[in-house]
């Protein structure tokens, strides 16, 4: 159910990029009165799915979906059309348009995705405001993972600060840790306060970790809601239960007790556990996958939270905000993919859904929607042939230059573009499929 959950979630949202990205090319190639003609959602090679003709323009859904596209009369695409530009230009046609008009044209289907992500963004922040944990509620510190010792940072410890960034939420560690070039952190243990070096490889082993993320809260083990085992645990365990041991082993926090039971699938434990302010101590059944059958309390129960709330119009330029950050975020993220470690963790559609979370939640939803609007639109943008951002760094060069670039090498920039696409395409889906096998 998990899966199907998350598949439907990125086939609709897709489906919503998709068709706006499109009907960005699709709006200015109307307005400067260039034929459009093909307008389709997902590919349709050999057969459409479904396809009607209004005007001009066939309007259809394919049966591939790894995009879609506009065909637009008089232009040098993916289509690879190269009869109909045998012949001489039509003034319908987006060749014999100025360049300026041609620049919009390309250039619409990216501008349509960033507006989107700002309008996605708005729309949440109006609605539901923006929910965070302050990093100094996180009383217990935080948990690290086990290459954070190299640097020597121990479970309990608390960031301050990152280099000269002040941390505020626990989201702030890790970002700054891979995208700012940082020296030393800033530590708090008990009631010393001390900087500990950062060695410059060191955004390239958190990239590499294998198991967990790199800092997490350190949380007692409280129990918020049990599930239904047929009498088992379920009949043993309360909301409310504080676990503290397993096995006369103590295990104060979350992270320990997880690690202790991981290690005793299949068997009974002995679990200690305070109820009231009395200590009991209950035969628990651990299973295959290293679980007993409670949710633990989240954080935000435990540590609280801070809530900002936004009216109509404060929210709109919250979420522009909010959209060229996220820009800005992802075109730094952008020199880890070119590194040994950071091209490992590109993937494919398999990593794309596993952004949407296994429950059907519109806040979380329409706030992925809105990153890979984001995403979208920086990745057409790019000068690559075959992408927006190709045409438009011709489109460019003509009007520096003053000519065209010849048909032919439009049609070998293209084919280049598509061959380049199709291998990242078939790499990044490779790694998800390794991922899934073999890790």
Same mark, same amino acid.
């Given at each position: ?10 086939l609709?949202? %897709? $489906? ?8 960005g ?10 034929? !459009? ?26 049966? #591939?979906?790894?995009?879609?596209? !506009?065909?637009? $009369? ?11 530009? &045998? ?22 289907g ?8 700002? +309008? ?60 700012e ?33 790199f ?7 409280i ?6 085992d ?15 041991? !397993? ?21 009974t434990v002995?679990? $200690? *556990? ?5 200590l ?5 059944s ?15 129960? %435990? ?7 936004? $009216? ?7 979420? !522009?905000? &909010?959209?060229?950050?996220? *820009?800005?975020?992802? @075109? &730094?993220?952008?020199?880890?993919v ?7 963790? @590109?993937?494919?559609?398999g ?26 639109a +920086? ?24 000519? &065209? ?19 990242? #395409? ?14």
């Amino acid at each position: 159910m998990t899966i199907l959950i998350k598949t439907v979630q990125l086939l609709l949202s %897709l $489906s919503i990029l998709v068709l706006l990205h499109e009907f960005g090319h699709f709006f200015f190639a109307r307005l400067f009165k260039t034929r !459009v003609e093909k307008f389709y959602l997902f590919f349709d090679p050999w057969f459409s799915l479904f396809k009607f003709k209004k005007g001009d323009t066939e309007y259809g859904l394919g049966w #591939l979906p790894l995009g879609g596209y !506009v065909k637009i $009369s008089g232009m040098i695409d993916e289509s690879m059309d190269k009869e109909q530009m &045998k012949e001489e230009p039509k003034p319908w046609e987006f060749r014999s348009k100025p360049a300026w008009q041609r620049l919009l044209i390309m250039v619409g289907g990216v501008l349509v995705n960033f507006l989107l992500a700002i +309008f996605i963004f708005w729309m949440i922040l109006y609605k539901w405001g923006e929910t965070y944990i302050p990093a100094e509620n996180a009383k217990y510190g935080y948990v690290y993972n086990p290459i954070a010792e190299e640097i020597g940072l121990q479970d309990g410890d608390k960031i301050l600060a990152v280099g000269d960034f002040k941390i505020e939420t626990i989201g702030d560690i890790t970002y700054n840790l891979l995208l700012e070039d940082v020296e030393e952190i800033t530590v708090q243990r008990g009631e010393s306060i001390f900087n500990l070096d950062v060695p410059k490889n060191f955004s390239q082993k958190i990239i590499a970790q294998q198991v967990g993320r790199f800092v997490d809260y350190r949380m007692p083990t409280i129990v918020s809601g049990v599930i239904d085992d047929n009498g088992g645990n379920s009949k043993q365990l309360l909301p409310g239960d504080s676990i503290v041991a !397993v096995n006369n082993i103590s295990t104060p926090y979350f992270h320990e007790f997880s690690r202790e039971v991981m290690n005793l699938s299949n068997k009974t434990v002995l679990i $200690s *556990l305070y109820r009231d302010r009395e200590l009991l101590h209950k035969n628990l059944s651990v299973d295959e996958n290293g679980k007993i059958g409670f949710y633990p309390v989240s954080p935000l129960a %435990l540590f609280g939270y801070e809530t900002v709330s936004f $009216s109509f119009f404060e929210a709109m330029p919250a979420g !522009v905000n &909010k959209g060229v950050k996220m *820009l800005t975020d992802y @075109v &730094k993220q952008m020199k880890l993919v070119f590194t040994k470690e950071g091209a490992k963790q @590109v993937g494919g559609f398999g990593a794309i859904g596993n952004l949407f979370p296994p429950v059907w939640d519109w806040q979380s939803f329409w706030f992925t929607t809105a990153f890979l609007s984001i995403i979208l639109a +920086f990745m057409n943008i790019l000068p690559i042939p075959a992408l927006d951002g190709g045409h438009v760094l011709f489109l460019l060069y003509e009007i520096v230059v003053g000519r &065209k670039p010849s048909d032919k090498f439009m049609e070998y920039a293209i084919t280049i573009g598509l061959i380049l696409l199709f291998s990242l #395409l078939i790499y990044a889906n490779g790694n998800d499929i390794y991922r899934l096998f073999f890790k």
